[in-house]
């Protein structure tokens, strides 16, 4: 996988997954709780996660230490990016399935699966 193939399946992947994981925990349902600054780090977390497993399974197909690196920097991105848009809800009521759903997603395609 080249440069240009690499760049694609990052920002494809991580606009997604960003777009996702915010929709989620702003939807209101009927179990509400009050997310925390550690909420946002647990997603977070759950988020680098599952772009490693996703990215890492693209780059042992690449073979490429460019590509490995390029999946751990951007895993840190979209947790870097996940915080700014998280931190701010601090405090808000949010969706206690939708925050439950992306705690237990182990890919991006889970992830995208949390509305």
């Known amino acids: ?14 606009r997604r997954l960003l777009v996702v994981g915010v ?13 925390s600054e550690q909420d946002c780090e ?9 772009w490693m497993a996703d990215g890492n399974q693209a780059a042992s197909a690449a073979k490429t230490e ?3 690196r390029f999946v751990k920097d951007e895993a840190q991105r979209i947790g870097e990016r996940w915080m700014a848009q998280c931190r701010p809800m601090v405090g ?18 889970e992830v995208m699966g949390c509305k």
């Open 23 to 35: 929709v989620a925990l702003a939807l209101t349902g009927c179990g509400k709780r009050t997310l």
């Open 66 to 68: 460019e590509f490995k």
């Open 42 to 50: 647990a997603v977070r977390d759950q988020l680098e996660a599952a």
């Open 1 to 14: 996988m080249g440069r240009g193939a690499a760049a694609e399946f990052g920002r494809g992947r991580a």
């Open 92 to 109: 808000q009521q949010v969706d206690s399935g939708e925050y439950e759903c992306l705690l237990d997603a182990k890919t991006i395609d």
